[in-house]
């Protein structure tokens, strides 16, 4: 599945919304997410999130597995706050967003939220960082790589 971007943003109200273009990306729940009640499991939420961030930066030209490999370069989730709005359930069509609300030299700060139709399910915002694929050390992402993502910036 890829993603795509759409101008229409659902409308709901929760000031974690941005009414410009984000990356979108479809996930179809299956059994292996739920729980034996059919509903799925936190954990997931965070699968999803995680799936999208590498989709939406694939969307950008950033191949996640070429950054490593080629620029010596990863992201890491330093911190994420997460919210439950209410839950998801098997065979749901989902719909999982991402656009970056800050970028700095070793630092990104993500949002994202899980949508079922127009109802939000699960929103999260990420604090990402830069390090050597080597050293796991902090280090400067790539300078196309920033610009692309300061193109992409809501504010």
Request: charged share 20%; hydrophobic share 40%.
């Amino acid at each position: 599945m890829t993603g795509c971007r759409s101008l229409l943003c659902f409308p709901l109200k929760t000031d974690c919304i941005h009414p410009l273009a984000d990356f979108k990306l479809p996930i179809r729940v299956y059994y292996e997410d739920t729980d034996a009640g059919g509903v799925v499991y936190h954990a997931n939420y965070l699968n999803y999130m995680e799936r999208c961030r590498c989709e939406w930066l694939l969307a950008l030209g950033f191949d996640v597995a070429q950054l490593q490999q080629s620029h010596d370069t990863m992201f890491v989730v330093r911190d994420v706050e997460l919210h439950y709005h209410e839950p998801a359930r098997l065979f749901d069509h989902l719909t999982v967003s991402c656009y970056p609300l800050q970028v700095g030299k070793v630092k990104l700060v993500v949002q994202q939220n899980i949508y079922n139709q127009a109802r939000l399910l699960c929103s999260a915002r990420f604090r990402l960082a830069t390090l050597s694929a080597k050293s796991f050390k902090l280090t400067a992402m790539p300078v196309a790589l920033k610009m692309a993502l300061e193109r992409d910036l809501h504010s």
